[in-house]
């Protein structure tokens, strides 16, 4: 009998796409488990997607690393954004979404048993990847009672020996933004420790209360050793199209269009075209964005604040907040498990969203994928679960 690999046995299961796929069999369900979007994609993208369509350039294996218009893209939104230079040619690596770029990163940068630094809890997804690099995850909290921010005073400790530290911000699934303090704490870590420092900025602009996100290659002496993962599926409401790239010194980025060139491949190029118009076209969309997002969550954690045993952080950043479940005794699982059956909402519970011990008291919310009315629909809905479940 053939059996699956160590790799595949140590992973675990992706708790978001079970309550996805429980939800697509209840018609109707609020759908606050799944990170997409309400809003549409930007015109300009939606248009020039489909006139690439049958175009013979964008029906094509080449360029493997993204075509150049693309990577042209992507680094002037760097040098104007944040003012970091990056080459398109060899600095700039066009992905299959966010997730491909980094598996590449560290399969090109863990060797087995290697020490890869996390927030605990994470994005399930940078987990699990670790383990598909044959890495060991090493985990730093972020303490609840302190907004889900870094504990700075034992950063070091746990960062020692670490190859790679493998963070982001806004952090999933807390919406934590790093502080100047924080980001600064984990420069040193990685300098102390000679690591890479692989960064996902995935979600770097959606930001709330006026803060902005702190790119570590921005700190003295951090750009020589920091690859950035991003994407369009976040800030432009682009998940489908499914293109990422990574970016970052020439000598750390080589070998990633390698790996990338066995593994992902290329993205496809209708998908390039909407993309490369997404960035250069107009960038306020993204402020309306981010305005009617930070609405969403005011309407939701207010709501979800009011309802007796629920602890609520609310999120600085991103597309979700989480609730601690602990008063009600259960496990998130069966607490998401039974809301959607009763109450035809959907929402995620997040075991193993950070060290496989996290999540079974935390319950998360999406606030972006579906509009206002919806939301406070929701939150009578869950309010009238727990008072008939758990009202003391």
Not at 210 to 233: F, K, N
Not at 239 to 247: D, E, K, L, P
Not at 252 to 257: G, I, N, R, Y
Not at 364 to 388: G, H, K, M, S
Request: charged share 20%.
């Amino acid at each position: 009998m053939l059996h699956p690999s160590d790799r595949s046995n140590s992973l675990v299961h992706m708790t978001m796409a079970d309550m996805a796929d429980l939800a697509d069999q209840k018609p109707g369900a609020i759908r606050l488990e799944n990170a997409d979007a309400y809003l549409s994609a930007p015109e300009a993208a939606i248009q020039a997607t489909k006139e690439a369509v049958g175009v013979d350039r964008y029906n094509s294996y080449l360029p493997l690393q993204g075509l150049a218009e693309l990577r042209r893209a992507i680094a002037a939104r760097y040098e104007a954004d944040l003012g970091l230079h990056y080459d398109p040619d060899g600095e700039v690596l066009v992905t299959s979404g966010a997730g491909e770029a980094m598996l590449d990163v560290l399969l090109c940068y863990v060797n087995p048993g290697d020490k890869v630094l996390l927030t605990n809890p994470t994005y399930n997804g940078m987990a699990q990847r670790v383990r598909l690099a044959d890495g060991v995850q090493v985990f730093t909290d972020l303490v609840e009672d302190q907004g889900w921010h870094l504990d700075i005073s034992s950063l070091p400790a746990q960062a020692r020996g670490c190859k790679v530290l493998f963070v982001m911000s806004p952090a999933m699934p807390t919406g934590t933004v790093f502080s100047l303090a924080e980001t600064q704490a984990l420069a040193d870590a990685a300098q102390e420790n000679d690591a890479l420092l692989l960064f996902n900025g995935s979600l770097d602009k959606i930001v709330y209360d006026g803060r902005q996100v702190i790119h570590p290659a921005t700190l003295p002496g951090m750009r020589e050793r920091t690859i950035i993962v991003g994407s369009v599926s976040k800030s432009y409401n682009m998940m489908g199209w499914r293109i990422g790239w990574a970016v970052g010194p020439r000598e750390l980025l080589k070998p990633v269009h390698d790996v990338h060139i066995f593994n992902g491949i290329m993205p496809n190029g209708f998908a390039e075209a909407g993309a490369t118009a997404a960035l250069t076209g107009p960038q306020d969309v993204i402020a309306a964005t981010v305005a009617r997002y930070e609405r969403n969550r005011d309407v939701l954690v207010a709501g979800l604040s009011g309802i007796p045993g629920l602890r609520i952080v609310s999120p600085e950043g991103g597309y979700y907040c989480l609730a601690n479940i602990s008063a009600f005794g259960g496990t998130s699982t069966d607490f998401c498990r039974q809301l959607l059956a009763e109450e035809g909402v959907a929402t995620t519970p997040m075991v193993a969203w950070g060290s496989d011990t996290f999540g079974h008291q935390h319950v998360r919310f999406i606030f972006t994928n579906e509009p206002e009315d919806r939301l406070r629909e929701a939150v009578q809905r869950i309010a009238r679960f727990v008072e008939r479940h758990f009202a003391a």
